[in-house]
């Protein structure tokens, strides 16, 4: 996970009725390009239980490598489709949370999300533009 990480993709990952769905994606020049599970992720969740009930009430994980000093950034909330014609991709509700690898980041959202005190918790929403790999918040839309 770490390596596809550091290579620039996006990890998803989020539970649908009790079955995993998620993946890899990269933004290229030649647009996005997607990678499955490797299968390790699954159980690599279960070793934090706090995330794993967020994703069980129907949140999705999002984690990828470099925005802020060189960190893994991850964040957990709600997928929405906004717009006239769900055309819009966004993230609302989300927990933020930063580490030097991806065990740490999962360990610190478990801790925070224990205590469920929403210090982490983003008011505005993370926007997903067109041909984009992660949700990022922004300043104006």
Same mark, same amino acid.
């Given at each position: ?24 994606? #990269?933004?290229?020049?030649? $647009?996005?390009? !997607?990678? +499955? ?5 699954? *159980? @690599? ?32 909330? #709600?997928?929405?489709?906004? $717009?006239?014609? !769900?055309? +819009? ?5 989300? *927990? @933020? ?45």
């Amino acid at each position: 996970m770490e390596e596809r990480l550091r290579d620039g993709y996006t990890f998803y990952y989020s539970l649908i009725n009790g079955n995993d769905s998620g993946g890899y994606l #990269k933004r290229t020049d030649f $647009g996005l390009c !997607g990678l +499955e599970l490797c299968g390790n992720e699954q *159980f @690599l969740l279960t070793n934090f239980p706090n995330v794993l009930q967020r994703l069980n009430s129907g949140n999705t994980l999002q984690m990828y490598f470099g925005d802020v000093c060189h960190m893994f950034t991850m964040m957990i909330g #709600k997928e929405n489709r906004e $717009g006239p014609y !769900g055309e +819009e991709a966004s993230f609302s509700d989300v *927990f @933020l949370f930063y580490g030097t690898s991806p065990i740490t980041v999962l360990e610190e959202a478990d801790q925070i999300l224990a205590k469920n005190t929403g210090q982490n918790k983003q008011l505005k929403k993370a926007y997903r533009l067109y041909g984009q790999d992660r949700y990022q918040f922004y300043t104006s839309k």
